[in-house]
């Protein structure tokens, strides 16, 4: 069973920065991702890196976040710049399946960015 522990989250003006960490208590070696969930609505994908550092995003978020890994660290971050209201949500790390790397195996329990002025 894996653990995954988010933190750095907060309250953040608009255009400030935020970020993320999450701590897996056992090895990442596959494909870690970020989803997020706004009150009222379905949680969405937000951004993924493979083992070897591939990355993809969401076209809502490209340009402005970065999803990176340590590896020896058992960490993944997603740095957060430029933040708008509408990324104000509940963000979740994830775990994807070794086997399947499009499906999220493993949740956190999320921590809350809320983005006011």
């Known amino acids: 069973q894996v653990q995954l522990v988010e933190s750095g989250g907060g309250l953040v003006q608009p255009g400030g920065s935020l970020r993320l960490s999450c701590v897996a208590s056992?090895?990442?070696?596959?494909?870690m991702g970020w989803y997020r969930q706004a009150p009222g609505k379905e949680r969405e994908y937000v951004a993924a890196?493979?083992?070897?550092?591939?990355?993809t995003y969401a076209d809502s978020v490209k340009g402005r976040f970065t999803i990176s890994r340590d590896n020896a660290k058992n960490t993944v971050y997603l740095q957060m710049n430029s933040l708008k209201p509408e990324d104000t949500a509940v963000y979740y790390c994830?775990?994807?399946?070794?086997?399947?790397?499009?499906?999220?195996?493993?949740w956190g329990q999320g921590t809350q960015v809320t983005v006011s002025s």
């Open positions: 056992g090895s990442i070696i596959s494909r």
């Open positions: 890196i493979s083992r070897l550092g591939s990355q």
């Open positions: 994830t775990k994807f399946h070794l086997g399947n790397p499009n499906y999220p195996e493993y």
